[in-house]
């Protein structure tokens, strides 16, 4: 992008029509966040950078957390995302936190929550469908074949079955080759 003298993902393309194949919308998600963040100290630092270069290139960004408290997530890395939302939390210190106001302490969950645009100051309520584990993998698999890009899944049993076999007798070998 520094090259063509683009300023983010759009203009990239635009100025690149005619020489091929586009440069992909970039999504990344990061699940728990305030785990991450917690795992060694000088994660923030790196993060924040990211956070900033990835906003200006047009790459979206998606953090989750399950931890609202006051030592999850600082007000300078709270800066880096525009947007929010809010789903229950336990008490009004953790909603003022997470959307700069009470009220997300007050919602009825089961996808009840608060979303704060860009610029905007009062959340806006809104009700968030609730699809399962099968339905969401079908719905990357048709994204994946609507665009032609492999999207790498990794499903939670194949990880936790890696976790916990024991390695073959070629996998065995292997390890004991490259160690030596």
């Given at each position: ?46 993060l924040s950078e990211l ?67 860009p610029g905007r100051s009062?959340?806006t309520r809104l009700q ?53």
């Open positions: 992008m520094v090259a063509s003298g683009a300023r983010n993902i759009q203009d990239f393309n635009q100025r690149l029509a005619s020489a091929g194949e586009p440069m992909p919308h970039i999504v990344v998600v990061i699940d728990d966040v305030s785990d991450l963040l917690r795992a060694a100290d000088d994660v923030e630092q790196p956070l900033s270069r990835a906003r200006t290139a047009g790459i979206h960004v998606i953090a989750v957390t399950r931890n609202a408290g006051a030592d999850a997530i600082s007000p300078a890395m709270r800066a880096l995302f525009p947007a929010r939302v809010a789903l229950r939390v336990d008490g009004a210190e953790d909603s003022a936190r997470l959307i700069e106001r009470s009220g997300a302490e007050l919602l009825l969950g089961r996808g009840d929550l608060l979303f704060l645009p009062e959340p968030a469908p609730m699809i399962s584990q099968s339905d969401t993998r079908r719905l990357v698999h048709w994204f994946a074949e609507q665009s032609g890009v492999v999207i790498p899944v990794i499903e939670p049993e194949t990880v936790t079955q890696e976790l916990v076999s024991e390695p073959t007798a070629a996998q065995a070998t292997n390890l004991r080759s490259s160690a030596a």
